[in-house]
């Protein structure tokens, strides 16, 4: 056997399948994951939108990894070689015989990886891929998505045009913020974050950051309504109290009636969501 000219190393991929991925531009990883495909040349950050070739996107790590693997494998086919010549050089020899040991293979190197929480599947392409967040772009081909629990906005506007459907939605989106606040809390498990007010004081003085710092006034309005609507729904069977009233700054003429659901307010409590959740994303670098 000759040694060969050039080695390829595979990187790991991360527990859930994805391989890891860095923006070169903004520092936050994300991962991707090809099926039945091959990744494409280039690819763009889900975060930024910056697109560069794969390579680009490589993790420092994964260089550590891929240089480690890669001498591992150099070492025993050196030393595999090394013993091919003896032997060969030696045949026939009458006085010397040379009797090859066992060469062992050092163990793999691990790649350590750190947990990326959200999965994606491309509206568009249905690519996968996962991130930090709830929106973003596919890396594949940089279609927006944004991603609530298993419902995605493509699937809102396809699917769910029934007040039940839009009802759920509400609650998904309670729970999605939830979980975002949870998974940067990191420690912290007991803080109520279905509560937009406790969630912003929790990060305004555990962690030191505004994460309603420049969402649209619209928006915000329409998440708190979200949040207030969701709550009725559990807790009220649906009908408008003192406390929802009150809560929202509203007269008390709506008192007793039934909240209704509305695609356009919760589309606009979704984009107030996005925009927290690129608060937590940029200003908590994980
Ligand atoms: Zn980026
Ligand atoms: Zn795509």
């Known amino acids: ?114 947990e990326i929480p959200t999965d994606m599947v491309c509206s568009s392409c249905e690519s996968l891929y996962e991130i930090y967040g709830i929106a973003s772009r596919c890396p594949f081909c940089g279609t927006e998505d944004v991603k609530i629990l298993d419902a995605n906005l493509a699937i809102i506007e396809k699917e769910l045009d029934t007040d039940r459907g839009l009802r759920q939605i509400y609650n998904d989106v309670v729970i999605a913020f939830q979980n975002l606040c949870r998974f940067y809390a990191s420690k912290d498990k007991k803080i109520n974050f279905q509560n937009i007010s406790l969630s912003e004081a929790y990060f305004r003085d555990k962690q030191g950051i505004e994460i309603l710092e420049g969402l649209d006034s619209q928006n915000l309005q329409d998440m708190r309504v979200v949040f207030e609507k969701r709550h009725i729904e559990q807790h009220n069977g649906g009908i408008i109290d003192a406390k929802y009233t009150a809560n929202l700054g509203l007269d008390s003429t709506t008192q007793g009636q039934k909240v209704t659901y509305l695609k356009s307010e919760l589309q606009s409590a979704l984009k107030a969501l996005t925009a927290v959740s690129g608060n937590l994303r940029t200003k908590l670098k994980p």
């Open 1 to 114: 056997m000759a040694l060969k000219s050039h080695y390829e190393i595979a990187i790991p991929a991360d527990g859930k399948g994805y391989t890891h991925r860095l923006c070169p531009d903004c520092s936050i990883k994300f991962g991707i994951r090809s099926v039945d495909k091959d990744f494409p040349d280039t690819i763009h950050c889900p975060y930024c939108n910056k697109s560069g070739r794969l390579p680009d996107f490589n993790v420092p790590e994964q260089f550590d990894y891929a240089t480690q693997e890669g001498l591992r494998q150099i070492k025993y086919d050196v030393m595999k070689e090394l013993q091919n010549s003896l032997a060969r050089g030696l045949r026939g020899s009458k006085n010397v015989k040379f009797k090859p040991a066992r060469i062992r293979y050092d163990a793999q190197p691990v790649l350590v990886q750190s």
